[in-house]
Protein backbone atom coordinates (compact mmCIF):
# COMPACT_ATOMS: atom_id res chain seq x y z
CA UNK A 1 0.00 0.00 0.00
CA UNK A 2 3.06 2.40 0.56
CA UNK A 3 3.02 3.16 -3.60
CA UNK A 4 -0.19 3.14 -3.81
CA UNK A 5 -1.87 5.39 -6.33
CA UNK A 6 -2.65 8.70 -4.64
CA UNK A 7 -6.57 8.81 -6.19
CA UNK A 8 -7.09 5.52 -4.98
CA UNK A 9 -5.37 6.33 -1.57
CA UNK A 10 -7.55 9.09 -1.70
CA UNK A 11 -10.73 7.43 -1.81
CA UNK A 12 -9.96 4.51 0.67
CA UNK A 13 -8.62 7.08 3.35
CA UNK A 14 -11.91 8.78 2.54
CA UNK A 15 -14.21 5.59 2.99
CA UNK A 16 -12.62 4.61 6.06
CA UNK A 17 -12.73 7.98 8.03
CA UNK A 18 -16.38 8.49 6.89
CA UNK A 19 -17.33 5.27 8.34
CA UNK A 20 -14.99 5.81 11.29
CA UNK A 21 -17.29 8.80 12.26
CA UNK A 22 -20.52 6.62 11.37
CA UNK A 23 -19.56 4.38 13.83
CA UNK A 24 -18.78 6.52 16.38
CA UNK A 25 -21.70 8.66 15.87
CA UNK A 26 -24.06 5.15 15.84
CA UNK A 27 -22.03 4.07 19.21
CA UNK A 28 -22.03 7.66 21.27
CA UNK A 29 -25.88 8.69 19.91
CA UNK A 30 -27.97 6.97 22.72
CA UNK A 31 -25.90 8.62 25.24
CA UNK A 32 -26.15 12.87 24.33
CA UNK A 33 -28.55 15.14 26.64
CA UNK A 34 -30.74 17.20 25.21
CA UNK A 35 -32.32 16.21 21.33
CA UNK A 36 -30.80 14.27 19.02
CA UNK A 37 -28.64 16.24 16.68
CA UNK A 38 -27.98 15.66 13.13
CA UNK A 39 -24.24 15.25 12.03
CA UNK A 40 -24.59 19.22 10.10
CA UNK A 41 -26.35 20.52 13.36
CA UNK A 42 -23.15 19.00 15.50
CA UNK A 43 -20.81 20.75 12.71
CA UNK A 44 -22.18 24.22 13.52
CA UNK A 45 -22.45 23.65 17.25
CA UNK A 46 -18.79 22.91 16.48
CA UNK A 47 -18.16 26.20 14.33
CA UNK A 48 -20.05 28.30 16.83
CA UNK A 49 -18.83 26.61 20.22
CA UNK A 50 -15.04 27.39 18.67
CA UNK A 51 -15.77 30.75 17.26
CA UNK A 52 -18.63 32.07 19.93
CA UNK A 53 -20.03 35.42 18.31
CA UNK A 54 -19.21 34.22 14.57
CA UNK A 55 -22.37 35.32 11.87
CA UNK A 56 -24.45 33.13 9.75
CA UNK A 57 -22.43 33.69 6.83
CA UNK A 58 -18.70 33.52 8.27
CA UNK A 59 -20.43 29.87 9.93
CA UNK A 60 -21.51 29.18 5.88
CA UNK A 61 -17.63 29.60 4.82
CA UNK A 62 -16.56 27.56 7.75
CA UNK A 63 -18.47 24.67 7.19
CA UNK A 64 -18.04 25.24 3.05
CA UNK A 65 -22.38 25.12 3.01
CA UNK A 66 -24.71 27.47 1.56
CA UNK A 67 -25.61 30.59 3.87
CA UNK A 68 -29.02 29.68 3.68
CA UNK A 69 -28.67 25.87 4.49
CA UNK A 70 -26.50 27.26 7.65
CA UNK A 71 -29.88 29.64 8.25
CA UNK A 72 -31.86 26.53 8.00
CA UNK A 73 -29.40 24.84 10.66
CA UNK A 74 -29.20 27.65 12.80
CA UNK A 75 -33.26 28.05 13.14
CA UNK A 76 -33.19 24.22 13.88
CA UNK A 77 -30.75 24.18 16.57
CA UNK A 78 -32.15 27.71 18.34
CA UNK A 79 -35.54 26.26 17.91
CA UNK A 80 -34.76 23.05 20.01
CA UNK A 81 -32.75 25.46 22.54
CA UNK A 82 -29.02 24.87 21.51
CA UNK A 83 -27.97 27.87 19.91
CA UNK A 84 -28.81 31.54 20.80
CA UNK A 85 -29.45 33.89 18.09
CA UNK A 86 -28.42 37.64 19.12
CA UNK A 87 -28.61 40.91 17.13
CA UNK A 88 -25.67 42.17 15.71
CA UNK A 89 -24.73 45.77 17.14
CA UNK A 90 -23.05 46.63 14.09
CA UNK A 91 -25.92 45.65 11.40
CA UNK A 92 -29.53 44.61 13.07
CA UNK A 93 -30.60 42.60 10.07
CA UNK A 94 -27.61 40.16 10.17
CA UNK A 95 -27.65 37.76 14.06
CA UNK A 96 -24.60 36.48 15.40
CA UNK A 97 -24.65 33.10 17.13
CA UNK A 98 -23.81 31.56 20.52
CA UNK A 99 -23.47 27.91 21.74
CA UNK A 100 -26.39 27.61 24.60
CA UNK A 101 -25.36 26.37 28.12
CA UNK A 102 -26.76 22.73 27.11
CA UNK A 103 -24.97 22.72 23.80
CA UNK A 104 -21.92 23.42 25.44
CA UNK A 105 -22.58 20.43 27.77
CA UNK A 106 -23.40 18.47 25.19
CA UNK A 107 -20.03 18.92 23.00
CA UNK A 108 -17.90 18.76 26.39
CA UNK A 109 -19.75 15.02 27.01
CA UNK A 110 -19.27 14.07 23.52
CA UNK A 111 -15.86 14.90 23.29
CA UNK A 112 -14.89 13.05 26.35
CA UNK A 113 -17.06 10.39 25.23
CA UNK A 114 -15.66 10.37 21.18
CA UNK A 115 -11.79 10.33 22.95
CA UNK A 116 -12.34 7.25 25.52
CA UNK A 117 -14.31 5.54 22.74
CA UNK A 118 -11.16 5.92 19.98
CA UNK A 119 -8.45 5.85 22.84
CA UNK A 120 -10.22 2.03 23.85
CA UNK A 121 -9.91 1.01 20.00
CA UNK A 122 -6.51 2.44 19.76
CA UNK A 123 -5.74 1.04 23.17
CA UNK A 124 -6.50 -2.19 21.94
CA UNK A 125 -4.72 -2.20 18.43
CA UNK A 126 -1.11 -3.76 18.51
CA UNK A 127 1.81 -1.45 19.59
CA UNK A 128 3.02 -1.04 16.07
CA UNK A 129 -0.11 0.12 14.56
CA UNK A 130 -0.51 2.35 17.25
CA UNK A 131 2.27 4.03 16.11
CA UNK A 132 1.79 3.96 12.68
CA UNK A 133 -1.29 5.83 13.61
CA UNK A 134 0.66 8.53 15.59
CA UNK A 135 3.22 8.43 12.76
CA UNK A 136 0.51 9.39 10.29
CA UNK A 137 -1.26 12.45 12.18
CA UNK A 138 1.39 14.93 11.16
CA UNK A 139 0.65 14.22 7.53
CA UNK A 140 -3.01 14.53 7.88
CA UNK A 141 -2.72 17.45 8.87
CA UNK A 142 -0.79 18.52 6.34
CA UNK A 143 -3.22 16.88 4.23
CA UNK A 144 -6.14 18.94 5.53
CA UNK A 145 -3.96 22.00 5.34
CA UNK A 146 -3.68 21.30 1.34
CA UNK A 147 -6.84 20.19 0.62
CA UNK A 148 -8.18 23.48 3.18
CA UNK A 149 -6.01 25.34 0.53
CA UNK A 150 -7.73 24.30 -2.58
CA UNK A 151 -11.34 25.03 -1.22
CA UNK A 152 -12.81 27.95 -3.42
CA UNK A 153 -13.90 30.77 -2.17
CA UNK A 154 -17.37 30.64 -2.49
Given amino acids: MRNAD ?21 TLRPKGIGPQLRGAQMELLRVVHVNPGI ?11 AANSVSTLVNQLADNGMLVREPDPADRRAVR ?6 AVRRMQEWRAARAELVG ?7 PADRRAIAAALPAL ?8 DREPDD
Fill in 120 to 126: NGIGALD
Fill in 141 to 148: RILLAHLD
Fill in 97 to 102: LYPAEI
Fill in 6 to 26: PVELGDELMATMAAMRRQVRR
Fill in 55 to 65: GVAAAARELHL
